[in-house]
């Protein structure tokens, strides 16, 4: 009888008549007015822009640059290319014994993007610096739309500087490589 007895309880509970609760309304949906004005206009998407890389001098340079290996740019992740600190990068330099090899790098600093406008000065090595000022010939994601890393995409005027003095310009053309 232990056993049957919770088992008719049950079987009751199952087939007694519910209750009746009072019909609930739905309540109208409220939002507030900035979410409202954010749905009748949507927020623009703006279009993507990653300029990482590296940076390789078309050949030809003229024999005051030769140790340009190249300019190699990097982007902070998500930001904006044109925001102030958004990029940071480096020159790599090829070595006087062996043209193939790196012998060193120096920073950029003051790397700024104003548009087009792509502009850096170097840190010193061995009292030499580098000042370039040029323009990107388009923007856009890099590594999807310059795939064949062949197109040209960067010219400009580059300046070398012994102790802080002009020592050779000229004005140098880059195409574009992902990188490894």
């Given at each position: ?22 019909p ?110 040029g ?21 400009g ?24």
């Amino acid at each position: 009888m232990t056993v049957i007895a919770p088992l008719l309880c049950a079987i009751l509970a199952e087939t007694a008549p519910a209750a009746a609760a009072p019909p609930r309304t739905p309540e109208p949906a409220r939002r507030p007015a900035s979410a409202a004005a954010s749905a009748v206009s949507p927020p623009k998407t703006a279009t993507r822009s990653e300029i990482s890389g590296a940076y390789l001098p078309v050949d030809g340079s003229p024999a005051a640059f030769a140790e340009i290996a190249w300019i190699e740019i990097r982007q902070a992740e998500g930001q904006d290319p044109a925001v102030k600190g958004a990029l940071s990068g480096r020159l790599g330099l090829h070595t006087a014994d062996e043209p193939e090899d790196i012998g060193g790098f120096v920073d950029l600093t003051g790397l700024k993007l104003d548009g087009l406008k792509l502009s850096f000065s170097t840190t010193e090595l061995d009292g030499v610096s580098y000042r370039f000022s040029g323009r990107l010939l388009k923007l856009g994601d890099f590594a999807v739309i310059l795939a064949d890393h062949g197109e040209l995409i960067l010219e400009g005027r580059l300046t070398k500087l012994l102790r802080g003095r002009q020592v050779a310009a000229a004005n140098l053309r880059f195409t574009y490589w992902v990188g490894d």
